[in-house]
């Protein structure tokens, strides 16, 4: 009999939004980027609301796909992706907190 059960899976659970947050960054670079380089191309471009909504989800990768990109940089609708930024590390920071109180 393994008392751990719950435990696994509360760790389980835990590593899958982990990854799925991992994954929503990754993409919001990736489409800085290449809508960066469709904008250098004067190929067909990634709507900005498609963007804001990227970094909306994923804003670690937005913003470093902004700064690494230099790509939206100066717009100033996209200062929301700082914003996003913050909310999110104080989310994370909120939940840390949290689970700490927990244990």
């Given at each position: 009999?393994?008392?751990?059960?719950?435990?696994d899976d509360?760790?389980?659970?835990?590593?899958?939004i982990?990854?799925?947050?991992?994954?929503?960054?990754?993409?919001?670079?990736?489409?800085?980027?290449?809508?960066k380089?469709?904008?250098?191309r004067?190929?067909?471009?990634?709507?900005?609301?498609?963007?804001?909504?990227?970094?909306?989800l994923?804003?670690?990768g937005?913003?470093?796909?902004?700064?690494i990109?230099?790509?939206?940089?100066?717009?100033?609708?996209?200062k929301?992706v700082?914003?996003?930024?913050?909310?999110h590390?104080?989310?994370?920071?909120?939940?840390?907190?949290?689970?700490?109180?927990?244990?």
């Amino acid at each position: 009999m393994r008392p751990r059960v719950v435990e696994d899976d509360n760790i389980s659970i835990l590593n899958t939004i982990l990854l799925a947050y991992f994954i929503l960054n990754l993409l919001a670079f990736a489409l800085y980027g290449l809508d960066k380089g469709r904008a250098i191309r004067g190929g067909r471009r990634i709507k900005e609301i498609s963007l804001l909504l990227a970094a909306l989800l994923g804003p670690f990768g937005a913003y470093l796909g902004m700064k690494i990109f230099r790509h939206k940089t100066k717009i100033l609708k996209f200062k929301l992706v700082l914003i996003f930024l913050l909310l999110h590390a104080a989310l994370i920071v909120f939940i840390l907190i949290g689970a700490a109180n927990l244990a």
